[in-house]
């Protein structure tokens, strides 16, 4: 069985609600990943939901991802007099507003390097944020396909062995957890244009995937990117031990997605927390048993 309610207008457009037991799971299953970020010694910050569009410009954002981006813009108080908002459209003409000089990111991380810029790291840096993100879509679908919706990344920035490192783990993690909810997951490489499709990095990106998606059904709920040293350059991330350009990777998941594979799976939400809750046991309990007796 699977939960089902009448499509509200918010989701129709991609914005929907979730009730007490949809909220209740979301915020048990963020705990869950930050928890895996925290305990690999990452640091919790909270970034800005807005980024400002010349910096996005500056990391390729808007070359890669026209197709996806969606931008902000303040209202022109003078113009807005002769070019009100238009009840029949549901909008603002573009001439009532002022320059888009903001930009609401698809992904939490593009905030984690800009926040870095212009700084040393070491070489083990570790953060973790859950941010709200929109990516415009050609159609939109419940939670699995959504305007605006809530990302947790785990986000590697360091040595190229530590990025390296980070997806490593978090794969077998990703996998494990997995399995301790019956969640059949496939990974499959993902062909997102990250660096320029014309470019030197982009026959590297067809011959060595960047990123790799885990998909339930055909819905991709989790990713781990490689991002090699790009966001190091572009964002003039420095490591302290050698003074060279930052390797960077990061670990993705789609919170919303995440619930509509559960209660695919589940059937109901509050079968879906209980699995999430047994998994969580069942994972602790195998990490126990790996990390043997302390002495």
Not at 29 to 36: A, P, Q, Y
Not at 48 to 59: N, S
Not at 142 to 153: A, D, I, K, Y
Not at 206 to 217: A, G, I, M, S
Request: charged share 20%; glycine share 8%; aromatic share 8%.
């Amino acid at each position: 069985m699977t939960v089902t309610t009448p499509a509200s207008a918010g989701e129709t457009r991609g914005l929907p609600s979730l009730g007490p037991e949809a909220t209740a799971l979301l915020r048990l299953l963020d705990d869950t990943f930050e928890g895996w970020g925290v305990a690999a010694g990452a640091r919790p910050m909270t970034m800005p939901p807005l980024l400002p569009t010349a910096d996005l410009a500056r990391l390729d954002y808007y070359d890669n991802f026209p197709h996806q981006a969606v931008v902000a813009a303040p209202l022109d108080l003078e113009r807005r007099e002769t070019s009100a908002f238009c009840s029949d459209t549901g909008c603002f003409p573009c001439d009532a507003l002022e320059p888009a000089a903001l930009g609401l990111p698809s992904a939490s991380c593009y905030a984690v390097y800009l926040d870095h810029q212009g700084r040393s790291v070491a070489d083990d840096t570790l953060v973790t944020v859950c941010s709200w993100c929109f990516r415009k879509e050609t159609h939109y679908e419940g939670m699995r396909r959504q305007l605006g919706f809530r990302m947790r990344e785990i986000v590697a920035i360091g040595a190229r062995e530590h990025a390296e490192t980070h997806l490593a783990e978090s794969t077998a993690r990703i996998e494990a957890f997995a399995r301790a909810l019956g969640l059949p997951l496939r990974r499959e490489a993902a062909c997102d244009p990250f660096f320029d499709k014309g470019g030197s990095k982009a026959l590297l990106q067809r011959l060595t995937p960047v990123k790799y998606e885990f998909l339930c059904e055909d819905l991709a709920i989790a990713s781990v990117n490689t991002h090699r040293n790009f966001f190091g350059e572009r964002c003039d991330i420095s490591l302290a031990s050698s003074g060279g350009p930052a390797f960077t990777s990061c670990v993705a998941f789609g919170l919303e997605r995440w619930l509509s594979a559960l209660t695919r799976r589940h059937g109901d939400w509050a079968a879906a927390t209980q699995a999430v809750l047994d998994a969580n046991a069942r994972t602790r309990a195998d990490a126990s048993v790996a990390a043997g007796p302390v002495v």
